[in-house]
């Protein structure tokens, strides 16, 4: 992990060294979470970027918090895959996360 594979990515604020540090934990899990973030970042900035400007939240703050919200859902992920039950409906935990994203998940006509 080197200069030369940041330069792959440009100037996107949104890198897969975001998700890892060492070549070992270059995983499918951390490359769905850095696409996630990506997708994170450009439904907000497509749907609210113009409306969070206004309040002083530009697209720095915007990855910072895509990348945020990827790291948390793969938690999530870890701390279900650990279970031999994946979800219960009335997991308190599950609820809580779940309505976390909700409201993101509207940004993009999804729930």
């Not at 948390?72 to 935990?93: F, P, T």
């Amino acid at each position: 992990m080197g200069e030369e594979e940041e330069d792959k990515f440009g100037d996107d604020l949104i890198k897969p060294t975001s998700f890892y540090s060492a070549e070992h934990e270059k995983t499918k899990l951390n490359w769905f979470c850095y696409e996630a973030a990506l997708s994170f970042e450009f439904e907000i900035q497509h749907k609210l970027g113009e409306r969070l400007k206004r309040y002083g939240i530009y697209e720095e703050q915007i990855a910072d918090f895509s990348i945020y919200l990827a790291k948390q859902m793969k938690d999530l992920i870890r701390a279900l895959s650990k279970n031999q039950v994946i979800y219960h409906r009335g997991d308190r935990r599950v609820r809580r996360v779940l309505r976390r994203f909700q409201s993101l998940f509207m940004f993009s006509g999804g729930i």
